[in-house]
């Protein structure tokens, strides 16, 4: 359960992209706090089974929407989250167009919402706005360094726009906005096939495999705990403040050392494998985030270790579910698992993204 400021003075939230693995964390966390929630997603990244254990929560209602059409939300709503977007470089690169679609018009439209319902507005953006940064940490004021026509630029820019759209509903209709810049993020529910470093090395330990790192593995990222993140976004939101604000873990770490402590955690003797590494590919990635403790008393409390821990056992359990499922399913019809879990490899050729 994240550290939140109980009770948060919300009745009702939408939260767009809440099947998705940040949305889906939230969403819980806001039924925990005494919130209804309305969660919004077209299942283009995201799945419902991120959301089938708050199936049965009278709180809790699903929607299967595209918030790049026309959303009307009927009733009173006083917080809208907009976390709908394609946020693993698997499915940035596959899904180009829809990235900047949802960046863009999705936007617009839960704006729209917020405007329509008199809400507070908070905009899921991200450390990519930084860019390979040429500032080092990565402070609020810092206005980054990106390559608008690279691989990653249809993420980086979608986002960038979205801050930039936000910031005009906010000077021009009032709509009480807030954006967070969400650095590098982890735990359960996360996809096994989707690209980023932490899922792909866990998958890889737990099947025996080479870990892969990309390039030397000397790039460094600062990685959070979902639950310590879902606390700061949802004190931002609680906290009127307009952003925008960095919420990560400030504690830094190379990628090959994440690898070596994965390895370690997964009790597995894969060796590491040096892979070629992405184009505009961040050498450093750590957020400053004097801003967030100052306003909201907020810092990451769980540990690498432990937060380690909590996910390489999550994978491990749903490894066995899946195995369990496919062989009663083999015993019983031709059909196939109908776990979510992907385990597949990305069908992109991707190096895994921290």
């Known amino acids: 359960m994240p550290d939140l400021p109980l009770p948060l003075d919300f ?17 819980e966390a806001l039924l925990d706090a005494g919130v209804e929630v309305v969660c919004l997603d077209s ?3 995201g ?10 929560h009278p709180g809790f209602h699903l929607r299967r929407c595209d918030i790049t059409e026309y959303v009307h939300v009927p009733g009173p709503v006083d917080l809208v989250l907009h976390f709908a977007s394609p946020a693993s470089p698997v499915d940035y690169l596959k899904l180009p167009l829809e990235t900047l679609k949802v960046g863009a018009t999705g936007t617009w439209h839960a704006l729209g919402l917020a405007k329509e319902k008199q809400a507070r507005f908070v905009l899921a953006s991200t450390s990519e706005t930084y860019g390979d940064p040429q500032v080092h940490p990565q402070p609020e004021t810092y206005w980054g360094h990106v390559n608008p026509v690279g691989p990653r630029g249809v993420y980086d820019e979608s986002k960038r ?17 807030a954006i967070v810049r969400i650095f590098n993020t ?7 096939a989707d690209g980023r470093a932490i899922p792909t090395f866990i998958r890889q330990a737990l099947a025996g495999e080479p870990v892969t790192v990309a390039g030397d593995g000397e790039q460094t990222r600062s990685i959070c705990y979902v639950s310590d993140l879902v606390a700061g976004i949802l004190q931002l939101a609680a906290s009127g403040h307009s952003g925008p604000m960095n919420i990560g873990n400030p504690w830094e770490l190379s990628v090959k050392a994440i690898a070596q402590d994965v390895i370690a955690a997964a009790g597995s003797d894969s060796p590491i494998e040096f892979v070629g590494r992405p184009v505009d590919d961040p050498q450093v990635r750590r957020p400053d985030t004097t801003l967030a403790r100052s306003v909201l008393g907020w810092e990451p409390r769980v540990s690498w270790a432990d937060g380690l821990a909590r996910t390489v056992q999550w994978f491990r359990d749903e490894l066995a579910a899946a195995a369990q499922e496919e062989a009663h399913s083999s015993a019983t019809t031709s059909g196939t698992t109908s776990r979510t879990l992907d385990l597949r490899e990305p069908s992109e050729a991707v190096p895994p993204v921290a």
């Not at 009702?12 to 949305?23: D, E, K």
């Not at 799945?47 to 049965?56: D, K, S, Y």
């Open 47 to 56: 799945t419902p089974a991120n959301v089938a254990h708050l199936m049965e």
């Open 186 to 192: 982890y735990g359960p529910r996360m996809r096994a």
């Open 43 to 45: 299942f283009l990244t």
């Open 161 to 177: 726009y979205a801050e930039a759209l936000t910031t005009a509903y906010r000077t021009t209709h009032g709509v009480d906005t």
């Open 11 to 27: 009745r009702r939230a939408v939260v767009t992209g809440g099947a998705g693995f940040l949305g889906s964390h939230l969403c």
